[in-house]
């Protein structure tokens, strides 16, 4: 495959610090998330969010790169990057957007896949064949949640189409507020008015992950892969559920009167414990990270940022032996978290822990299983998108949006993620597994059990 953009062409078209474009948005410090993404980040397991978009129809690329542009320009923190104060903590600095990278042709995302990134700056290579287009963003978390790299996708292909149309003015994109950035992190418990009762659940929050040991997804002696195949950004695996099979989990949701995502979550919990069934992880409790949006109403007008916290969910293997049991606690469970501040515990927790940065440094570095898997829910980030459907599809232009589907990253221990995506009347489910543990079939294996525990729910309330 050739590609029109080098590894040379990057370096020479990286910013030196005196190319930088004044902003008066910077410098800006580093929140608690941010840090902690910035820490985690290796390169055999980059803090980056991958999102693949596949389009048909013919890309004009001219008006796209300027699309690029105009986008970053709306999200400045993703062509931002590091450096650090007097005291050694890293803050943003003005940068500007890394060229796109095109290639000549199209092939399967993992066939060749973008160098593992910096955990600053967006990363985008776009494969093009005929009328077939796959877009490969690689959107680093330490600056950005899934949400927010939505937020991006979508005022890019607003500003595409606007090109296309060659309307006057500024593309109708959706209000954004640059200095809400400033306040990224005003959601905290720690702001306003603090409360015993909100440091010791932070406190509580923080060091439970860290005392005790979760249950690790059993690799079950797998061999696996080559160490030159780990931290690959852009390596998930995807399917993509039938229209009727997702009118079908909706409905079962709508019989057991809990939402969707309790469902869904209730049978990844179910494939977790029976994966490990007779193995020694199954003797520790199986626990679930899920990310929480915590954006109050004006942060909506803020541009792509971090703007979420961890909820924790922990079951043993007893706790799945009754279906309904289980999904009754995990639908009053996901109802707490979000009716009362649970879900900014955490954040606030990792807050205290920044007081003495080793801390948080000697946490992350530990042997240890903070959480056995990741769930993450982003709905239907391409359904709310300002542009016109075609087909069933949204379009920008001539082109359109197939389908689009991402995924964060993992740990060491934490070995498994997965992202359920809705688009088009269409569940996508995304599994990200540990490559050091798992083979190919051994993944593939990971993802199907969950597929057939989902069409086995199915089958139940049929």
């Known amino acids: 495959m050739q590609r029109n953009t080098t590894e040379a062409d990057r370096a020479s078209a990286a910013p030196g610090a005196g190319a930088r474009t004044p902003d008066a948005l910077f410098p800006q410090s580093f929140t608690t998330f941010e840090y902690y993404y910035y820490l985690s980040h290796r390169p055999a397991y980059p803090s980056v969010i991958p999102i693949r978009v596949e389009c048909r129809g013919p890309l004009q690329r001219e008006i796209f790169e300027r699309a690029y542009e105009q986008a970053h320009g709306r999200h400045p923190l993703l062509s931002a990057r590091i450096e650090h104060d007097r005291k050694n903590w890293p803050m943003w600095v003005a940068g500007e957007p890394a060229p796109i990278d095109w290639a000549e042709e199209v092939g399967s995302p993992t066939d060749e896949p973008l160098p593992v990134p910096e955990p600053h700056g967006l990363k985008l290579l776009v494969r ?120 079908e989990l909706s409905r ?106 080793p801390l948080l440094r000697w946490s992350l570095n530990r042997d240890w299983a903070f959480a056995t898997a990741v769930f993450s829910n982003l709905n239907g980030g391409f359904d709310h998108m300002l542009l016109p459907w075609r087909d069933g599809r949204r379009t920008a232009g001539e082109l359109v949006l197939e389908n689009g589907y991402g995924i964060g990253p993992i740990r060491p221990k934490t070995r498994i993620c997965c992202a359920v995506h809705s688009y088009a009347g269409r569940m996508s489910i995304c599994f990200r597994c540990e490559r050091q543990c798992f083979d190919p079939d051994q993944r593939r294996a990971l993802l199907e059990a969950y597929l057939a525990q989902l069409r086995e729910t199915m089958d139940c309330e049929s």
């Open 128 to 247: 093009r064949e005929g009328d077939t287009t796959v877009m490969v963003f690689v959107f680093p978390h330490v600056a950005v949640d899934g949400m927010g790299a939505f937020q991006f996708i979508e005022d890019l292909m607003v500003a595409y189409a606007h090109g296309c149309s060659s309307d006057a003015g500024e593309p109708p994109w959706r209000p954004l507020n640059r200095a809400l950035l400033k306040d990224r992190d005003g959601y905290s418990l720690f702001k306003g008015r603090i409360r015993l009762i909100d440091v010791v659940r932070a406190a509580r929050a923080s060091l439970s992950p860290s005392l005790r040991r979760a249950a690790v997804v059993s690799d079950r002696d797998a061999r696996p892969s080559a160490a030159s195949d780990s931290g690959r950004p852009d390596d998930f695996l995807v399917h993509v559920l039938t229209e009727h099979e997702t009118a």
């Open 252 to 357: 079962v949701a709508r019989k057991l009167s809990v939402r969707l995502n309790d469902l869904l979550v209730r049978d990844f919990y179910l494939m977790l414990a029976g994966w490990n069934r007779g193995t020694p992880e199954s003797r520790r409790p199986i626990r679930l990270l899920v990310p929480i949006n915590v954006r109050r109403r004006q942060d909506y007008r803020m541009p792509a940022a971090n703007a979420f916290s961890f909820a924790f969910l922990t079951r043993h293997q007893r706790d799945c032996r009754q279906r309904d049991e289980l999904l009754a606690s995990i639908r009053t469970e996901m109802a707490t978290i979000k009716r009362t501040k649970r879900g900014l515990s955490y954040e606030a927790g990792l807050r205290l822990t920044c007081l003495w940065p």
